[in-house]
């Protein structure tokens, strides 16, 4: 087991995408990702269900290493939340097996630590006519 982070990197979380529909860190409430960069809800994470995205913001990863995972032996890095060090899933550097290589420079997140934010606005009221 490679050692966490440093969690000094709280004062670097940004508020990124307002108004838009994003994942959330479920402990520290930093945006991670928009919904939009989503890639596939059919992934495994270690802790259940993952989603395959595109980027992520307000990350940083650890150590990369050879992991062997169900779909093979991929270089993989832990990816950390900025706001509390959380560890949300992981980053794929390289994939061993050709069949996966659309997994390069993509990230695995835990669908258990994330919060889905829909940013939905509520109609605003018509004026009254007098």
Known sequence: MHP???SDT???VTQAYAGHPTYIC?????VIALQDEMISKAFSGREGRGYLMNAATNVKLGRKEDRSLM?????VADVFCMGCNDRLGWFYHK???????YK???????????????????????????
């Open 104 to 130: 390069e420079s993509k990230y695995l997140l835990e669908r258990e630590k994330l919060v889905k934010e829909n940013n939905w606005e509520l109609d605003k009221p018509s004026p009254s006519i007098p």
């Open 26 to 30: 479920s402990h520290c409430s930093a």
């Open 10 to 12: 709280q004062h670097l």
């Open 4 to 6: 966490i982070p440093a």
């Open 71 to 75: 779909t093979g032996v991929h270089t």
């Open 95 to 101: 994939a061993a097996d050709p069949s996966q290589k």
